[in-house]
Structures are given as structure tokens and as C-alpha cells.
């Protein structure tokens, strides 16, 4: 594969599963050797054999999977291993080891690390617990606040966030480049491309399949290219009708103390056999409903599932009513 990515540029790779993405970003951070090929950074030939010797020349990664330590707050992952010390009685005996965490210092290149990617939460929050959301802006402000950044890719970086949160996102990618980091960006979603990329590289099976200005292409020719059929369409679906059924559940001022996602007096019905979209932002409480519901969150109010009431304090109870959730946390709460 040939590639490249221009300084204060967001160029867009894709390809289908199984296609090379993430195994040539995993070249590009020292997780996997090339078995041939060179790889250049700034007009220079690098070699790089390790993901510290990749943060050292500048290169970092917003991972699919996360890379938090739930247990610790904001500002510890953020400054995680490039903690801000200050020498104390015993330091100043004993070496350099034993000096103590600046924690102010470090809470406000957090704070405004945080504020680079619209994120109002407090820095002193715990990981352990935030919502999905959340967690992956933690990851991109934890790239941000590192120094001598030049290249960063985001692989897949809006699969678990909403269209707003993935608006929100593709509008801190355009700012980090506007200041002259080039970013490579990972995605299936092809209306995001179009948003957020200047060139578009599309892989299949391995191997190069084009290269595309942004502007000079469309959604259908990119999903041509990454399928290799011609007359792959975009299906116009028609809406649903809504069921004229009885209330299956049935909410009435319900009140959730979830972190980043308060619930405050909801009331709402939904109808046997009906699929109810709930929108808003991040923060919003649209998450917090859901937990609230299963007892994960401290919660008030009444929810009834055809008409018995649910104890939202007991989520075993909660379950054994028929009640189920797919949490947006797969691996965490799910």
C-alpha cells in the first residue's frame, strides 16, 4: 500500500471489514513491524519499533477499544503517564521517584484539554461509569494534551457515539487540524466522510483500491469502490406505522441521578409492539432513562410494565419482570 496524509489534513481511510484499516494504522503506531516497505515522518525515514518510540516521534491514537482505567478519575487518564510532579522534603533526599503528583497543575491541562472537545464534565470525575460517549472524548482529550503531536488517527472514533456526539467529534477533528496535526480517520459511516475528510483512501482486501479528493466524489462511487460492485444504492426506507396496541410501559415523572446524564421528571408511554427512538445530546439524559430504569442509577418515580410496577431500586427484580437492556457499554455493563 502506498499512503499519505498532509499536514493539517483529515484524510479518511476505508474499507470494508477485514480489509487492512486497522492493521496499517497498527504499523503506523509500533504495534506490528512491516514485513517490507518504508514508512516517513516529516520527509524522513522511520523506523518504528515500539508505541513509545511512536509517541515520541509524534504519532498517537484514539483506539477503538478503549485504553481507560476505569477506577481512576479524568485527569489521572489524561495525564497518565506524563504526571506533573513536584519535588517535596523527601524527593529532594532520595531522588526524583519520590516526588509528589501536582494534581492542580494537572487538573488544569485537563480542564483544558476537556474544553478542546466540548466537554463541560468535571475533570475530577471517576472513568468508571461515564457514559460511552464521554469516555471516547476522554481519549481524545487525553491525545490533545500531548506535546509535539504531528499525526493522529482516530480508528472508528463515532461507532458508539450518537449523530450528535459524532457531529461534535467531527467538529474538534476539523480544530486539532486546523492547527496543523494531520489526522487519519477510520470510519463505516459515509455521510461523516463526506463531512469531515479533504482526500478519502479506500483499501479492499489488502490492497489499494483508490485514492479521492472529498469534493470530487460521492457516497454512492465510495461504497462502489469499497464493495467493488457497481449500482450499490442507498435504499429509501419507508417509516413505520405506529401500533395502535395497549401501554406496555408506562413512565410517570421519573427522576435518575446518573453522572452526565440526569433524568429530571420524565413521563412517557410506549406502546406493545412499538420501537420508540429517543434523541438528544450528550448529557442530555436520553442514557440515563435506560439505567435508570434497570436499577443501575440511583432513580425515583413510577414505571410500570403492563401495569405491574417495577422496584427501580432492585434490578433482579427488574430483570425477572421482562425486562431487558442492550447497554451501550458492551463489555463494561453489558
Given amino acids: 500500500i502506498n499512503f499519505s496524509v498532509a499536514k493539517g489534513e483529515v484524510h479518511t481511510l476505508l474499507g470494508e471489514n477485514g480489509a487492512g484499516k486497522s492493521t496499517l494504522m497498527n504499523i503506523l503506531i509500533g504495534l506490528y513491524q512491516p514485513t517490507e516497505g518504508k514508512i516517513f515522518l516529516n520527509g524522513q525515514e522511520v523506523r518504528i519499533e515500539s508505541p513509545s518510540q511512536a509517541v515520541k516521534l509524534g504519532i498517537g491514537m484514539v483506539h477503538q477499544e478503549f485504553m481507560l482505567l476505569p477506577g481512576f478519575t479524568i485527569t489521572e ?32 491541562d485537563a480542564r483544558t484539554a476537556l474544553d478542546h472537545v466540548g466537554m463541560s464534565i468535571d475533570e475530577n470525575t471517576l472513568v468508571q461509569g461515564l457514559p460511552v460517549g464521554y469516555m471516547q472524548f476522554v481519549e481524545i482529550a487525553r491525545e490533545i494534551d500531548k506535546t509535539g503531536v504531528k499525526l493522529l488517527v482516530f480508528d472508528e472514533p463515532t461507532a458508539v457515539l450518537t449523530e450528535s456526539e459524532a457531529a461534535q467529534l467531527i467538529s474538534v477533528m476539523k480544530k486539532i487540524a486546523e492547527s496543523g496535526i494531520a ?14 475528510s479533504n482526500n478519502i483512501t479506500i483499501l479492499r482486501d489488502g490492497k489499494l483500491v483508490a485514492t479521492r479528493e472529498t469534493k470530487n466524489t460521492s457516497i454512492r462511487e465510495i461504497a462502489e469502490l469499497m464493495v467493488g460492485r457497481k449500482g ?5 426506507v419507508e417509516p413505520r406505522p405506529v401500533p395502535q396496541g395497549k401501554v406496555a410501559m408506562s413512565i410517570r415523572d421519573l427522576y435518575v441521578n446518573m453522572p452526565g446524564e440526569r433524568v429530571n421528571g420524565l413521563s412517557l408511554d410506549v406502546i406493545e409492539g ?47 419482570a421482562g425486562v431487558a437492556m442492550v447497554s451501550e457499554d458492551r463489555k463494561g455493563v453489558g
Fill in 274 to 320: 412499538e420501537i420508540l427512538g429517543i434523541g438528544g445530546l450528550a448529557g442530555q439524559g436520553k442514557l440515563g432513562i435506560s439505567n435508570g430504569i434497570m436499577g443501575l442509577y440511583e432513580a425515583e418515580g413510577e414505571v410500570t410494565l403492563f401495569g405491574e410496577q417495577l422496584n427501580l431500586m432492585d434490578t433482579r427484580e427488574v430483570l425477572k
Fill in 77 to 108: 487518564n489524561i495525564k497518565l503517564n506524563r504526571e506533573i510532579c513536584r519535588p517535596n522534603p523527601v524527593s529532594r533526599v532520595l531522588g526524583k521517584n519520590l516526588e509528589s503528583l501536582d494534581m492542580k497543575a494537572m487538573q488544569t
Fill in 232 to 236: 450499490e444504492s442507498m435504499a429509501e
Fill in 183 to 196: 489526522i487519519i480517520f477510520i470510519t463505516h459511516r459515509l455521510d461523516e466522510v463526506m463531512a469531515a
